[in-house]
Protein backbone atom coordinates (compact mmCIF):
# COMPACT_ATOMS: atom_id res chain seq x y z
CA UNK A 1 0.00 0.00 0.00
CA UNK A 2 2.35 2.59 1.44
CA UNK A 3 5.79 3.40 -0.20
CA UNK A 4 6.90 4.95 2.99
CA UNK A 5 6.16 1.46 5.31
CA UNK A 6 8.68 -1.12 6.02
CA UNK A 7 7.85 -4.49 4.48
CA UNK A 8 6.99 -7.15 6.93
CA UNK A 9 7.52 -10.81 6.29
CA UNK A 10 3.87 -12.36 5.23
CA UNK A 11 2.04 -14.26 8.29
CA UNK A 12 -0.48 -16.92 8.17
CA UNK A 13 -4.19 -15.62 8.77
CA UNK A 14 -4.89 -18.34 11.50
CA UNK A 15 -3.14 -16.50 14.19
CA UNK A 16 -5.22 -14.52 17.06
CA UNK A 17 -2.63 -12.22 18.64
CA UNK A 18 -0.55 -10.09 16.59
CA UNK A 19 2.16 -8.88 17.92
CA UNK A 20 3.63 -5.35 16.63
CA UNK A 21 7.20 -4.48 18.13
CA UNK A 22 8.02 -2.59 21.00
CA UNK A 23 7.69 1.21 22.37
CA UNK A 24 9.58 3.30 24.59
CA UNK A 25 6.86 4.57 26.94
CA UNK A 26 4.26 1.37 28.18
CA UNK A 27 2.67 3.39 30.75
CA UNK A 28 0.59 5.63 27.70
CA UNK A 29 -2.20 3.84 25.93
CA UNK A 30 -1.94 3.40 22.20
CA UNK A 31 -4.14 2.31 18.91
CA UNK A 32 -2.51 -0.01 16.56
CA UNK A 33 -4.09 1.79 13.36
CA UNK A 34 -4.12 -0.46 10.39
CA UNK A 35 -5.15 1.09 7.00
CA UNK A 36 -5.76 -0.29 3.71
CA UNK A 37 -7.29 0.73 0.32
CA UNK A 38 -10.73 1.08 1.80
CA UNK A 39 -10.46 1.56 5.00
CA UNK A 40 -8.79 2.39 7.82
CA UNK A 41 -9.76 0.25 11.63
CA UNK A 42 -8.40 1.12 15.26
CA UNK A 43 -7.64 -1.88 18.03
CA UNK A 44 -6.40 -1.16 21.59
CA UNK A 45 -3.14 -1.96 21.86
CA UNK A 46 -1.93 -3.77 24.96
CA UNK A 47 1.34 -4.73 26.56
CA UNK A 48 2.59 -8.07 26.41
CA UNK A 49 3.46 -9.33 29.69
CA UNK A 50 6.53 -8.08 31.19
CA UNK A 51 7.92 -6.94 27.87
CA UNK A 52 7.63 -2.98 25.85
CA UNK A 53 5.95 -4.99 23.27
CA UNK A 54 2.36 -4.49 21.88
CA UNK A 55 0.11 -6.99 20.37
CA UNK A 56 -3.47 -6.57 19.02
CA UNK A 57 -6.12 -9.32 18.99
CA UNK A 58 -9.52 -9.90 17.70
CA UNK A 59 -9.07 -9.00 14.32
CA UNK A 60 -10.15 -10.07 10.63
CA UNK A 61 -7.03 -9.74 8.14
CA UNK A 62 -8.08 -11.05 4.63
CA UNK A 63 -5.58 -13.26 3.03
CA UNK A 64 -3.94 -11.69 0.16
CA UNK A 65 -4.84 -8.00 1.37
CA UNK A 66 -1.61 -5.49 2.25
CA UNK A 67 -2.14 -4.25 5.18
CA UNK A 68 -0.16 -0.70 6.45
CA UNK A 69 0.12 -0.97 10.48
CA UNK A 70 1.37 1.75 12.94
CA UNK A 71 1.17 2.75 16.04
CA UNK A 72 -0.74 6.06 17.50
CA UNK A 73 -1.05 6.95 20.64
CA UNK A 74 -4.57 7.53 22.40
CA UNK A 75 -3.56 10.75 24.27
CA UNK A 76 -3.18 12.56 20.86
CA UNK A 77 -6.51 13.70 19.23
CA UNK A 78 -4.97 12.92 15.43
CA UNK A 79 -4.56 8.81 14.94
CA UNK A 80 -2.50 10.42 12.16
CA UNK A 81 0.37 10.90 13.90
CA UNK A 82 2.34 7.88 14.23
CA UNK A 83 4.76 6.98 17.49
CA UNK A 84 7.58 4.85 16.72
CA UNK A 85 7.88 1.34 17.54
CA UNK A 86 10.35 -1.34 17.48
CA UNK A 87 10.61 -4.39 14.81
CA UNK A 88 13.75 -7.10 14.74
CA UNK A 89 15.55 -3.89 16.75
CA UNK A 90 15.04 -1.45 13.91
CA UNK A 91 12.90 1.72 14.05
CA UNK A 92 10.27 1.94 12.17
CA UNK A 93 7.16 4.02 11.86
CA UNK A 94 4.85 2.04 9.66
CA UNK A 95 5.03 -1.75 8.61
CA UNK A 96 3.24 -3.27 5.45
CA UNK A 97 2.34 -6.91 6.01
CA UNK A 98 0.16 -9.36 3.91
CA UNK A 99 -1.63 -12.42 4.96
CA UNK A 100 -1.21 -16.09 3.41
CA UNK A 101 -3.67 -18.74 4.28
CA UNK A 102 -2.47 -21.33 6.76
CA UNK A 103 -4.89 -24.44 8.52
CA UNK A 104 -1.97 -24.14 11.40
CA UNK A 105 -3.19 -23.90 14.77
CA UNK A 106 -1.07 -20.26 15.86
CA UNK A 107 -1.90 -18.44 18.60
CA UNK A 108 0.77 -15.75 18.42
CA UNK A 109 2.65 -13.87 15.48
CA UNK A 110 5.37 -11.46 15.85
CA UNK A 111 6.30 -8.93 12.56
CA UNK A 112 9.72 -9.45 11.61
CA UNK A 113 10.97 -7.24 8.19
CA UNK A 114 11.80 -8.67 5.16
CA UNK A 115 15.67 -8.41 4.62
Known amino acids: MSCNCNKAQPLPSCITTLIIG ?4 T ?3 YYVVVKTASGTWLYDAFVVYATSLLAIEDFNFRIGHIYDIYISNKADSNIEIKTDFTVDGQTVQCVSVEFYQSDASLNSQTLTLQP
Open 27 to 29: SED
Open 22 to 25: GVAD
